[in-house]
Structure formats: C-alpha cells, structure tokens
C-alpha cells in the first residue's frame, strides 16, 4: 500500500475536499511545491493556479485556487482559499468574460484602470481556464 497524508482544501464557504492522497503539487508563490508524505512542516502563500492531488490508485484530481495558504503538518496538508473549486465545477464562460474584461481593461490606454485589479482578474481567469483544460485532458470530458 502506498504511502499516504490527509489533505484537507477550504475556502471561505465551504470544505472542498478532505482526504488521502498520496502527493499533492501546489502553487506557491515561489514557484510550484510537490508535497509527499513525510514532508518537513512548511507554511507558505499560494498564488491564483491549480492544485493536483495525485490518489491512491493512480487517480489524479485538480482544483482551482484563487490564491491563500499551504500547510504541511507531519501527518496533514491543509490548502486555505478565498476561492476553491473542483476544476470540473469551474464555470468555463465566466472565466472567459472575466478574462476578456481584464484583457480590455489592460489594453485601454485612455480608462482609468487599476492596473493591479485588472491583473490579478486576468491571473485568476487563466488559472481556472487551465485548471479546466487540464483536467479536460487527462480525463477526455468535455465539461
């Protein structure tokens, strides 16, 4: 049997997903961290992007994070969110319009735009899009 830790992901509204998993890849803003049991304790901040959670079995799950915190404890992992979401349950078409508004809104010369707003919505478009794309890949579903 493989070697496994509890992973639990939450957001401001809800428990997302408690359980097994036997490695869980993450978005810190440092650049991406791979988590395997027996990690040493780390608290880090997460950037807008996707969380994999690779299952007993081979099976891999992904889910959307609007940024927060990682905690690896020795026996848990435990990713705080403002936003989470099962990749699956992203909704495809308001992430293209909030990317597309965000796009508009940088590319506008003449509007007063607040710059970093307009970033920060556009990251969190692509990172739900992508988080979608992939898990649409691995698992050949359209939606």
Same mark, same amino acid.
């Given at each position: 049997?493989?070697?496994?830790? %509890? ?24 650049? #991406? ?5 027996? %990690? ?51 909704? #495809?078409?308001? +992430? ?5 508004? +965000? ?41």
């Amino acid at each position: 049997m493989a070697m496994t830790v %509890h992973v639990d992901i939450v957001s401001a509204e809800a428990s997302i997903y408690s359980g097994s998993a036997e490695m869980i890849i993450a978005p810190a803003v440092m650049g #991406e961290v791979g988590i395997m049991p027996g %990690h040493t304790q780390l608290l880090t901040q997460l950037k807008p992007g996707e969380v994999e959670l690779k299952m007993p079995g081979g099976e891999v799950e992904y889910f959307y994070v609007s940024g927060g915190m990682l905690e690896v404890q020795p026996r848990s992992v435990t990713v705080l969110a403002d936003t989470a979401l099962r990749a699956k349950d992203v909704d #495809e078409a308001a +992430a293209l319009e909030a990317k597309a508004r +965000a796009e508009k809104a940088l590319a506008d010369q003449e509007s007063e735009v607040d710059y970093a707003s307009a970033q920060a919505e556009l990251a969190m478009a692509m990172a739900q899009l992508k988080a979608l794309d992939r898990m649409r890949k691995i698992t050949g579903r359209r939606g």
